[in-house]
Nanobody
Framework: QVQLVESGGGSVQAGGSLRLSCAASEYTTSRYCMAWFRQGPGKEREGVAA????????YYADSVKGRFTISQDHAKNTLYLQMNSLKPEDTAMYYC??????????????????WGQGTQVTVSS
């Protein structure tokens, strides 16, 4: 059973940085496509970034390219999201998710079967 637990959220001013972590059950990051999603108030859940288990190919939403970096540590079974140059529009609940596979054109929320409980990120102007 895949278990995912996010941490690292908080409140920050615009332009600041945060690093989110997702602690996964054993072997998850090395066997599953891992991703970060977010859902802002009154908005649909959207993909932020994803990373494949083998080659470690990464995919990003256009809105975060150049500002966010997804990475993983297989030895620690942990997924990360480094968020720099944060903007108020980045305010959302951030979720970690896992899927058996993903690709550059196929990593939308409905494809992921395992989810964490979320961690809140609030960016003030």
């Amino acid at each position: 059973q895949v278990q995912l637990v996010e941490s690292g959220g908080g409140s920050v001013q615009a332009g600041g940085s945060l690093r989110l972590s997702c602690a996964a059950s054993e072997y998850t990051t090395s066997r599953y496509c891992m991703a970060w999603f977010r859902q802002g108030p009154g908005k649909e859940r959207e993909g932020v970034a994803a990373i494949t288990p083998g080659v470690g190919s990464t995919y990003y939403a256009d809105s975060v390219k150049g500002r966010f970096t997804i990475s993983q540590d297989h030895a620690k079974n942990t997924l990360y999201l480094q968020m720099n140059s944060l903007k108020p529009e980045d305010t959302a609940m951030y979720y970690c998710a896992a899927a058996t596979w993903c690709s550059a054109t196929y990593w939308h929320a409905s494809h992921f079967g395992y989810w964490g409980q979320g961690t809140q990120v609030t960016v003030s102007s």
